[in-house]
């Protein structure tokens, strides 16, 4: 058997399972989620931005909000700031990548919405630059990092930065806890109980 199929599952469990024995990380987790409750439920949205993998997760991620999760519910408003393919090519071009992500939530972003930033390094230049934008808008930030938070740790309401600095176990972390958000926002707004 390849070693690598077992070390790699071994190292996300090991990762997972810090998370798991870290309550003070968990109260974290909650705490994002309230903030996204408080926003839905005052006609707000939830943006994402990341790059790379961390775009996709930010796609995925707002994906579960806006169209379902495990419930069958209303549509909440949580959109990635990169699915304008045309969007990002012409600002990019004429701006800057750096200037992408700012540049959108310049437009779309309202004071008490919340935009979860996710970087891995916590140093991806375009989305610091998002986080200033977002902070001058009177937005919640919530960070998806690594270990270290990078540029982010100083810079969001709410850091999430996992205990790992190895890429992949970051982003596995990362869709993890997104989905955590994801069913505590579904099960605190719409299941009776």
Known sequence: MNKIIGASIAASIAVKQTILADLAFQQKIEQAAQSCIQ????????????????????????????????????????EALHVNSSYVTAVANDYGYDEVYA???????????????????????????TIDVA?????????????SGGKMRDLCTILLNVPSSDTPRIQESHILIGHIICQIIESEMFEEG
């Open 135 to 147: 902070k001058q808008q009177g937005m919640t930030i919530i960070g998806m990092t690594g270990a």
């Open 39 to 78: 926003t839905f439920r005052s006609g707000g949205k939830v943006l994402f931005c990341g790059n790379g993998g961390s775009a996709a997760d930010a796609q995925h991620i707002a994906a579960e909000l806006s169209g379902r999760f495990y419930t069958d519910r209303p549509p909440l408003y949580a």
């Open 103 to 129: 540049r959108m939530l310049q437009a779309a972003g309202r004071p008490g919405d919340v935009l979860v930033a996710i970087s891995t390094s916590g140093n991806s230049p375009n989305i610091v630059k």
